[in-house]
């Protein structure tokens, strides 16, 4: 009995734990979606010409460039 008491207190802590949980999330201040998906276009756009992957990085400046060829003997 003593293990089926043990079971059932855990059970009880990890529902509080989850109830805790859920009332921190339900505090939370929400934002529209709308207006964040236009916030981040809007910061994309504003930050493209510094973005690597959209420009590229020039060659001189790559650390993960190749030293040497590679050769086949």
């Not at 089926?4 to 059970?11: A, C």
């Not at 929400?30 to 930050?47: G, P």
């Not at 959209?54 to 040497?68: E, L, V």
């Amino acid at each position: 009995m003593s293990v089926k008491m043990g079971s059932s207190s855990t059970s009880v802590i990890q529902a509080q734990k989850l109830v805790d949980q859920l009332r921190v999330e339900a505090t939370m201040e929400r934002f529209k979606i709308s207006l964040t998906a236009t916030d981040l276009v809007r910061y994309c756009q504003e930050h493209k010409r510094s973005d690597p992957l959209i420009t590229g990085i020039a060659a001189s400046s790559n650390p993960f460039k190749d030293k040497k060829s590679c050769v086949l003997l």
